[in-house]
């Protein structure tokens, strides 16, 4: 049997993080108690949010622990269970970390169904960041037909959620994504009516020529320079979803403007967290999953082979590498 490799947070970063921040350490495969499951990961998700948990500095969620299994989003395949709701062979998600196994209690563990949906969807479109898609979206910027919808990073695991779903419910939606290919592929496949090269030196001419019609929600995911660019096109009572500042989590923080634009633009401005809205999963994930059966709804992963590569990931996730949803495949 192959031992556990493990993944753990060696040490904070003070700056960008960087792979030496964690330690590889390889122990014993463990054994599941009563009441246990034990869970051999195949696929590990990156997320940006993994950049604040790994800090200390104070947020929603408790940081990391050094010295400790790294945090994380992960699927996987039941290897024995001594808890009747799963049984060896079940294909689940749950929050595992980055290790090849992991043993659980269940709690936060769900079996999915991976023959019709790959498994490792479980962690992007059918899984978190599909709903926080799903709820940026109809939740705080509930669009109606006809408005003009913008989206950052349109092209990653959220923002292609966010994109798809806002077409089907007939906005017309316009992508911010890094350079040409991303774009190309946020107008040719996603449905994006256009894409703008945040890139471009002309970015912010970009933006004014393609929303002549202004911005009626925009679901903001980057921050910086292009959300800034993006406000200034805000229609009367726009709603913006705060879903994330990724540009921010290592550089300059993201202002906001002069508050006169919010006053007499009657603008809502909402952040919001996915985990804080639970019951609300079946529902989101019900409806994306009746886009994809529909055909209606794509995404793309960017996959790296071995558990010992999740730290160079992570870093290049925090900067921008990734096409799509960033995974590890567990080997
Ligand atoms: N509020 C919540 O509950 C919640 C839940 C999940 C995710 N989020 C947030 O949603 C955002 C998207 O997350 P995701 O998982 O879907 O990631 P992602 O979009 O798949 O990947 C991150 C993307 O951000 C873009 N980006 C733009 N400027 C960047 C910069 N300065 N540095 C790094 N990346 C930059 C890059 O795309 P381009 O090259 O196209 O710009 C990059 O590929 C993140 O801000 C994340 O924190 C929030």
């Given at each position: 049997m192959p031992s556990n490799l493990q993944i753990l947070l060696d040490h904070r970063p003070t700056d960008k993080v960087s792979p030496a921040n964690f330690r590889v350490v390889e122990t014993p495969v463990p054994e599941p108690g009563p009441g246990e499951v034990l869970v051999r990961h195949t696929f590990l998700s990156l997320d940006p949010y993994m950049r604040g948990r790994i800090s200390?500095?104070?947020?929603y969620a408790k940081a990391q622990e050094v010295g400790a299994v790294m945090v994380g989003g992960a699927v996987g395949i039941v290897e024995a269970s001594n808890n009747p709701r799963f049984k060896p062979g079940d294909a689940v998600v749950g929050m595992g970390g980055w290790q090849r196994y992991d043993v659980s209690d269940g709690r936060d563990l769900n079996v999915v169904d991976a023959t019709a949906i790959p498994i490792q969807a479980y962690l992007g479109a059918v899984g978190m960041p599909g709903v926080t898609a799903w709820y940026g979206l109809n939740?705080?910027?509930a669009p109606k037909a006809g408005e003009t919808v913008l989206v950052s990073a349109a092209t990653g695991a959220v923002g292609s959620v966010v994109g798809q779903l806002a077409r089907a419910a007939g906005a017309r939606v316009i992508g911010i994504a890094g350079g040409a290919e991303k774009c190309a592929y946020a107008i040719e496949e996603l449905g994006y009516a256009a894409c703008i090269d945040h890139k471009s030196l002309t970015f912010a001419n970009d933006v004014k020529a393609a929303v002549p019609d202004g911005v009626d929600g925009l679901f903001e995911n980057v921050g910086g320079e292009p959300f800034l660019q993006a406000l200034r096109r805000l229609n009367d009572f726009a709603r913006v979803a705060i879903c994330g500042l990724i540009a921010s989590y290592q550089g300059a923080p993201t202002a906001l403007p002069d508050m006169r634009l919010v006053l007499v633009k009657r603008v809502k401005i909402e952040g919001f967290i996915v985990s804080d809205h639970m019951r609300l999963w079946p529902e989101a994930i019900g409806e994306i999953a009746g886009h994809i059966a529909a055909g209606r709804l794509k995404w793309r992963e960017t996959i790296r082979d071995g558990l010992e590569n999740a730290p160079q990931a992570l870093v290049d996730l925090l900067r921008g590498k990734n096409f799509g949803k960033m995974l590890i495949r567990v080997n």
């Open positions: 200390d500095t104070k947020s939740r705080i910027i």
